[in-house]
């Protein structure tokens, strides 16, 4: 693409409309920018030549390209502005008539081969074209912020939209250094239908008592790797723009198990409980810093012995080299001792049905998760009439040689297993609906969430098997069609073949 083929128009001169004029202006683009309040547009101008003019004065670009994109900015006086323009962008209120009167008042000014983009997050894009005249030149075209920084594009196709559309938009976001992914329009789109199991299933655990939100937090940044777990990220974007995507994509999918919001969140939201921005959601917050609960330190006890026969391998080793350096007996019978507490490590299933599956006292067993966290953090799972003696001798144990260990309450899938074998899922279905290819899928959720692993790789690190055992024990347990696996999950796990693994 020529740095003249493209003249870009920007709507709307807030967080992200300036964002995308100033990635536009430094991938070589001239770019008009309006606002219906023009004084905003005019600051957002000078925000990105102070933006630009920094990043020169540290050395992240050289002052003659800072100048140059400067230069490349104009404001617009009203929409008349956008004449020359071969692109827009619309970045102004998510309220479907608005956006629908614009691009109604931009077909009037513009050329026929003007593309019309909307960097809506939440609207249906084939809804924003049925109010124009030419809907074939309509596509979604979704940043995310700070688009500076967040460096992929969601490029839409709605019902109607042209072929020649998304080749100039895909060529454009290469042009401005950020990764184009294609996505059919569906609600959500790709990076928030993607990231729905990790807020909603820590809903689900923390409605039936499975553990606290900082327990789960815990668990998932610690063990598994996320940058934040599900309620710190919930109190940072505020609750009550979650639960209002949570509602949303539920609804437009036709109250899809798999979206399935909860009452709790309704709740806290009446509550005001929004997080960060209020002073307290599931974290209280003092001069913007977050009070965690207090730390209580692992019990001072000890088992008189373990049995470990139906233990993982990694876990048996580990809890025997524990044994014994603190002189607890490990026994290798094929029942355990009166007196022994039974370790088992279920895939899926909790550690109730595991001990009576297996026919041992449930009052002296509990579960350790074999896939996550045995170096950084341990999840230890008790069955619904675990003593606590027994749990606290293990819990003590465990946490032996310094490293931190969770206690939850009985649960399918623990935490970890539950939650990234839903991701998993999700990202399968979306595969499986061909609303993206497997490589755009791992590229967006791993520039737009930050995930550890991409979901399609985090379902091939553990094994499409595996994540298969645990949807279907889970689905199994609740009877619920919210765990039943994928399609796409399920061929690939009985091929043995990565799940990125597309149809020929």
């Known amino acids: 693409m020529s740095k003249k083929s493209e003249v870009v128009g920007v709507v709307g001169a807030g967080a992200m409309g300036r ?140 019902v109607r939209t042209a072929p020649w559309v998304s080749p100039r938009l895909i060529a454009l976001a290469h042009a401005m250094g950020h990764k184009p992914v294609k996505a059919q329009d569906t609600p959500g789109f790709l990076v928030n239908h993607a990231g729905r199991a990790y807020n909603t299933e820590a809903f689900r655990m923390l409605g039936e008592g499975i553990a606290e939100p900082s327990v789960i937090d815990d668990i998932l940044r610690e063990a598994v790797g996320f940058r934040m777990g599900p309620f710190e990220l919930m109190d940072l974007t505020g609750l009550d723009v979650s639960h209002a995507v949570m509602e949303s994509v539920y609804t437009q999918f036709y109250d899809e198990p798999k979206y399935r919001p909860s009452a709790l969140a309704a709740a806290r939201v009446s509550a005001k409980l929004f997080g960060r921005k209020t002073g307290e959601g599931f974290y209280r917050y003092e001069k913007g810093e977050q009070i965690r609960p207090a730390v209580i330190p692992a019990p001072d006890a000890r088992p008189q012995a373990v049995w470990l026969n139906l233990a993982a391998e990694k876990v048996r080793r580990l809890v025997s080299d524990l044994a014994s350096r603190t002189g607890v007996q490990v026994e290798s019978g094929d029942r355990p001792s009166t007196g022994a507490i039974a370790v088992v490590t279920p895939i899926g299933d909790d550690a109730t049905t595991t001990a009576a599956d297996h026919g041992l006292d449930a009052s002296r067993t509990v579960a350790i998760d074999p896939l996550f966290g045995l170096e950084k953090r341990r999840t230890l799972m008790t069955t619904s009439v675990t003593s606590p003696a027994a749990r606290d001798a293990m819990h003590s144990l465990l946490a032996s040689d310094g490293v931190a260990v969770s206690v939850i309450h009985d649960s399918p899938g623990f935490v970890a297993q539950r939650v990234v074998a839903m991701i998993v899922n999700i990202a399968s279905d979306i595969a499986q609906q061909r609303i993206a290819t497997p490589d755009d899928i791992e590229a967006a959720v791993k520039l737009g969430l930050g995930y550890p692993k991409a979901p399609l790789e985090f379902g091939d690190a553990l094994g499409a098997a595996t994540v298969l055992q645990i949807l279907e024990a889970m689905h199994g347990f609740y009877g619920d069609p919210r765990y039943r696996p994928s399609p796409w999950l399920k061929r690939r796990a009985k091929l043995g073949v990565s799940l990125l693994t597309r149809e020929t």
């Open 19 to 158: 964002g995308i004029a100033q990635i536009a202006a430094v991938g070589g683009f001239p770019v008009v920018i309006w606002d219906a309040n023009g004084k905003v547009a005019e600051e957002a101008k000078t925000f990105i030549a102070d933006m630009l003019n920094r990043a020169a004065e540290k050395g992240r670009m050289a002052k003659e390209a800072a100048a140059d994109a400067i230069a490349r900015i104009m404001v617009a006086g009203d929409l008349q502005g956008f004449s020359d323009c071969t692109v827009i962008i619309e970045a102004i209120i998510e309220r479907l008539d608005i956006k629908q009167k614009l691009f109604a008042d931009l077909e009037a000014i513009v050329a026929e081969t003007t593309i019309l983009a909307s960097n809506t997050s939440s609207l249906s894009v084939t809804a924003i074209a049925a109010g124009c005249q030419r809907p074939e030149r309509v596509a979604g075209y979704h940043f995310f912020n700070p688009v500076p920084l967040m460096k992929v594009v969601e490029v839409i196709d709605a």
